[in-house]
């Protein structure tokens, strides 16, 4: 099993900023990849950027590439999503994942973080 807690969430006027964090615990040497996702009212969840947990690559939805950057501690057990540029649409609540595999559905998820953003 993997334990993941999201930080760092709040309330933001738009063009700010904001950094999340998540602390994973537990059987971490069996994660591949970690990702964010988020979950917006009255909204299917969806993905926002993962990356590898034993590498450089990254991937990023079309709606926040150039304004999100997905980092990693793995020292730490640590995955960062540092939000820059904010608009009201990014208004969700915003979930850490981890990944066993490559590719299909995350494994484990935390427990989110709400992030709103005024206009």
């Known amino acids: 099993q993997v334990q993941l807690v999201e930080s760092g969430g709040g309330l933001v006027q738009a063009g700010g900023s904001l950094r999340l964090s998540c602390a994973a615990s537990?059987?971490?040497?069996?994660?591949?990849?970690m990702g964010w996702f988020r979950q917006a009212p009255g909204k299917e969840r969806e993905f926002v950027a993962a990356?590898?947990?034993?590498?450089?690559?990254?991937d990023y939805a079309e709606s926040v590439k150039g304004r999100f950057t997905i980092s990693r501690d793995n020292a730490k057990n640590m995955v960062y999503l540092q939000m820059n540029s904010l608009k009201p649409e990014d208004t969700a609540v915003y979930y850490c994942?981890?990944?066993?595999?490559?590719?299909?559905?995350?494994?484990?998820w935390g427990q989110g973080t709400q992030v709103t953003v005024s206009s």
């Open positions: 537990g059987r971490t040497y069996r994660v591949y990849r």
């Open positions: 990356i590898r947990w034993g590498g450089s690559f990254t």
């Open positions: 994942a981890a990944n066993e595999q490559s590719a299909g559905p995350y494994d484990y």
